[in-house]
């Protein structure tokens, strides 16, 4: 079950319609959707998520957003199959930078620790680098190796 409604999805392509007849079909908006919503589940569930997630809300209210924005980019680039890429149409390139930056951030961890996996939030030793001696400290919810960041 994906993470926004067709009405979601439309919202982000207010000049857009989908019904039965239009392409693409609101059956297969939510056939993208549903899509959308799996790829977000594996970035999460690789990261120790269980998924669906349901809570907290202000998690599930952001996954919505990227779930919508991933599925109006797919559907805006169905409705111009002539074109050799999709990124032709401003529109689609705008829906589509959205998309892969919330992905992005999702796939590097760059999720508050208040969301963190689990009943309670994590009381992490560093988020930023890895520490040579973490015995006092749990286990980091996302690493960021020294080497990792630019200065």
Not at 39 to 55: F, H, K, R
Not at 135 to 141: G, H, L, M, T, Y
Request: charged share 20%.
């Amino acid at each position: 079950m994906g993470y926004c409604t067709i009405a979601d999805v439309q919202a982000l392509n207010a000049k857009r319609t989908y019904g039965a007849s239009t392409t693409p079909t609101s059956t297969q908006v939510e056939a993208l959707i549903e899509q959308v919503a799996v790829e977000i589940d594996a970035l999460l569930q690789a990261q120790g998520y269980t998924v669906p997630v349901t809570t907290p809300d202000n998690f599930v209210n952001f996954l919505k957003y990227v779930n919508a924005y991933g599925a109006a980019s797919l559907a805006e680039a169905s409705m111009f199959p002539e074109t050799t890429e999709p990124g032709e149409t401003a529109h689609w390139q705008y829906l589509e930078k959205k998309y892969q930056s919330f992905i992005k951030a999702i796939r590097e961890g760059e999720i508050p620790s208040s969301l963190s996996p689990g009943d309670t939030a994590l009381n992490v030793a560093s988020y930023y680098t890895e520490m040579d001696d973490q015995d006092d400290f749990p286990d980091p919810a996302f690493r960021k190796r020294a080497e990792d960041l630019e200065f």
